[in-house]
């Protein structure tokens, strides 16, 4: 059975357990009542590779690459790689035909050692190093996105030949939304002003180096956007700017990078992102831009990370306690937290999690699971619904951690970080190894 039928663990119908719109896409409930992904018992994983562990559904990551594929056709998609990069991660991306942004010399050199095609990585970064700049001209980076003054003046320094870039713009379009994040206004720290004439001056520094090429400009809204509008509203201003670039210079740009950020669903009823109504305002807008100045219609790039892989991960922990405060809070104290997922004390984050072990027939209690750090605000989900009957021992499943979780991972009170488990058709491997106390000891010098 699979995540779009009903479960029967014990040979009748129950409610299904898990929403398709949160859940890996292969996510079902075994004849024993354990949640599977990948054709894998959750709970098999946990005990062979310990916990916490992140799980990450290949077959979910791959279709969601060829979903965007798909639904935005005659636009490059790019996977942004910050949201979560392994090597093995970097090479399903290449097989799928993406290319990946990075930003930083770590990121590269894992994306590089995926076996992606340097021509098809783009670098990013508001405070890029000259040594990370370096770096990227060495590997012959497809595309670096400049960011500010000093930038263009150390890239222009370390290139050896023609260096590709864009310059990022802010277009000062705002979002709204569920949780939404914005980054396209100019009162933020990334990119050129469009409106304050720093995105020309920009464009003026770097067409002045000869070791440069302009090939286009690049935005970003923000993150968690599920209102496709705001991107036609997007290109319609950078359309306007290249159209001016033009003017001044006589120089055509070919490339209008529009960012990622497209909102996935944490919770069931969460908004989503709409590809298919993306694709549509991106072609309506480029057409009504591109005749309105006259200007030759430039090449599309997106830049989904969360997406693609956000749903495709699943973060299992061992419940550690389980105790009733004064008032009837509950807390269930598992044997990760804040340094394994840092967004809901960072953003306040909310998170589905399901027992993964067994399915129980108890009532269901409010509660809170609560990270093992020291600290007030280490929870994993606040005022969620589980079974009574939870148990130290049991396994908690959360959903949609593929992204920004072993990326963001800490060291605090030096707890080694989770190993990365693929799962596909039956069968888990290890992309990543748990980070041992050893690892911890070898970079102490003192």
């Known amino acids: 059975m699979t995540l779009l039928d009903f479960v029967r663990p014990l040979g009748r119908a129950v409610p299904r357990r898990f929403d398709p719109a949160v859940w890996p896409v292969t996510t079902h409930s075994d004849d024993e009542g354990r949640l599977c992904v990948g054709g894998v018992p959750l709970v098999d994983i946990a005990n062979e590779f310990g916990t916490p562990a992140y799980v990450l559904d290949e077959t979910d990551f791959r279709r969601r690459a060829r979903h965007y594929r798909k639904a935005l056709r005659g636009i490059d998609v790019v996977y942004a790689g910050k949201a979560l990069l392994t090597t093995a991660v970097a090479r399903w991306a290449r097989e799928e035909c993406l290319g990946v942004d990075v930003c930083s010399s770590g990121e590269l050199a894992v994306a590089v050692a995926g076996g992606v095609d340097p021509a098809r990585i783009v670098m990013h970064g508001n405070a890029k190093s000259p040594d990370e700049l370096r770096d990227a001209v060495r590997a012959g980076v497809g595309r670096i996105v400049v960011d500010s003054w000093i930038e263009i003046a150390y890239l222009a320094g370390a290139a050896r030949r023609r260096q590709p870039v864009l310059v990022r713009v802010t277009p000062d379009v705002d979002i709204h939304g569920h949780r939404a994040v914005t980054t396209g206004i100019a009162d933020q720290k990334f990119g050129f002003s469009l409106a304050a004439g ?105 830049e989904p990370g969360r997406a693609i892989g956000g749903r495709a991960g699943v973060t299992l922990y061992r419940v550690c306690s389980v105790r009733t405060q004064p008032g009837d809070r509950s807390f269930v104290a598992v044997d990760g937290g804040m340094s394994d997922n840092p967004r809901v004390a960072i953003y306040g984050s909310r998170y589905t999690v399901a027992l993964a072990n067994r399915h129980s027939r108890a009532a269901r209690q409010r509660v809170t699971v609560a990270g093992r750090h020291c600290e007030a605000g280490d929870e994993i989900a606040r005022d969620i619904e589980l079974p009574a009957d939870v148990n130290p021992g049991d396994v908690l499943a959360v959903a949609c951690t593929g992204a920004y979780h072993h990326s963001m991972a800490s060291n605090y009170n030096l707890v080694g970080r989770p190993p990365v488990v693929a799962v596909r058709d039956g069968r888990a491997r290890e992309l990543v190894r748990r980070e041992t106390i050893a690892d911890l000891l070898a970079r102490d010098l003192g």
Request: proline fraction near 7%; hydrophobic fraction near 45%; charge should be negative.
């Open 198 to 302: 720093h995105a020309a001056e920009a464009v003026n520094r770097v067409l002045a180096h000869p070791s440069l090429d302009l090939a286009g400009l690049h935005c970003h809204l923000g993150s968690q956007v599920s209102d496709a509008a705001p991107y036609g509203e997007a290109i319609r201003r950078v359309v306007a700017a290249m159209a001016d670039i033009r003017a001044r210079h006589g120089v055509i740009l070919t490339e209008l990078n529009i960012g990622g950020g497209h909102a996935i669903p944490y919770m069931p009823g969460d908004p989503e992102l709409d590809l298919d109504e993306l694709g549509r305002v991106i072609e309506d807008a480029l057409d009504e831009a591109c005749a309105a100045e006259h200007f030759p219609r430039p090449t599309v790039v997106v």
